[in-house]
T-cell receptor, first 114, second 114 residues
């Protein structure tokens, strides 16, 4: 199957700073990518849909100014958590679609805000 | 709109015993159906998918799932589990459009006892 690479896998940052997470489709082009957040022992919560060359579409309740998404090329989408706070600590996962409806997921990023 | 229900949050079984993880869905349109597996601190891996055709789909590691349209179910089964199958399993659906969101169930934690 297709490969989606997410970087970094783990990041610790101080409260008030910003953190950027990258999601790359390595062997295919992705006009649409998705960003999820996962709390411990829970399912994935869709945060936003990243669209190449246009603005991201955010789910209800997700702060656009806090979670900045940029999809500047067909193989790269980035999620920037701005002015991070401890409550932003979570597991963030990106995905990109395959040709048969399935999604391929990155390895996830464990964000810890101290 | 679609929804996915995984009734069992945890399923403990003994090694080499059979297991069934239940998944029911609702949708007003036709959907693709998926099972994903998540190991600790990792992203999701596609286990198997149903797109069309034969209602019984199999994975390379012995899992199988059967699409039952009348019961709107897509239960996952394995005749004999191994310790290495310990993980979180997510059932998911997605509409046919490439921009459709994937809707996940709440997940089932499969724990294998020796």
């Amino acid at each position: 199957g297709a490969v989606v690479s997410q970087h970094p896998s783990r990041v610790i940052c101080k409260s008030g700073t910003s953190v950027k997470i990258e999601c790359r489709s390595l062997d295919f082009q992705a006009t649409t990518m998705f960003w999820y957040r996962q709390f411990p022992k829970q399912s994935l919560m869709l945060m936003a849909t990243s669209n190449e060359g246009s603005k991201a579409t955010y789910e209800q309740g997700v702060e656009k100014d806090k979670f900045l998404i940029n999809h500047a090329s067909l193989t790269l989408s980035t999620l920037t958590v701005t002015s991070a706070h401890p409550e932003d600590s979570s597991f963030y996962i990106c995905s990109a679609g395959g040709t048969e409806g399935e999604a391929f997921f990155g390895q996830g990023t464990r964000l810890t805000v101290v | 709109a679609q929804s996915v229900t995984q009734l069992d949050s945890q399923v403990p079984v003994f090694e080499e015993a059979p297991v069934e993880l239940r998944c029911n869905y609702s949708s007003s349109v036709s959907v693709y159906l998926f099972w994903y597996v998540q190991y600790p601190n990792q992203g999701l891996q596609l286990l198997l998918k149903y797109l069309s055709g034969s209602t019984l789909v199999e994975s390379i590691n012995g899992f199988e799932a059967e699409f039952n349209k009348s019961q709107t179910s897509f239960h996952l089964r394995k005749p004999s589990v191994h310790i290495s199958d310990t993980a979180e399993y997510f059932c998911a659906v997605r509409g046919y459009s490439s921009a459709s969101k994937i809707i996940f169930g709440s997940g089932t934690r499969l724990s294998i006892r020796p």
